[in-house]
């Protein structure tokens, strides 16, 4: 009976170190300025380091997802027709976590772009303030 319940545990404690990843992901929502959801809006994301692009659309609720990714940074595309181009130029995805990135785009030609940059607050680390 001991040996059953060793053998339970050397095989759970097995499985879990099999499903650790060092992958990450994004997921996020395209909406337009009033909330609604713009479906079928065309999601790029390029692996700043290497180029790499992968493309999705927005499903019927303007959601979409991209997943396994390397921890690297990342930058995101959106066009949707009758919407100006959003850019997130910069998106760091870290090991085992699901950034996320939502979008709200304006009205207007897709020839336009709108370009959000994302950029961490600096905390001092003489004090808990950001800078």
Not at 46 to 69: D, I, M, Q, R, Y
Not at 82 to 93: Q, R, T
Request: charge should be neutral.
């Amino acid at each position: 009976m001991k040996s059953i319940s060793m053998l339970a545990v050397v095989l759970f404690c097995s499985t879990l170190a099999f499903a650790q990843t060092n992958k990450g992901g994004i997921s996020g929502t395209v909406t337009d300025q009033n909330g609604a959801a713009i479906p079928n809006a065309t999601v790029t994301l390029t692996n700043l380091g290497t180029n790499k692009a992968l493309t999705v659309t927005t499903s019927s609720s303007g959601t979409f997802s991209f997943s396994p990714l390397d921890p690297v940074t990342y930058q995101i595309v959106v066009e949707a027709t009758g919407f100006k181009k959003a850019i997130l130029e910069k998106l760091k995805v870290d090991t085992a976590l699901i950034s996320t990135a939502n979008f709200s785009l304006e009205t207007g030609a897709v020839a336009e772009t709108v370009t959000v940059s994302s950029e961490a607050n600096l905390i001092p680390s003489g004090s808990g303030t950001t800078a």
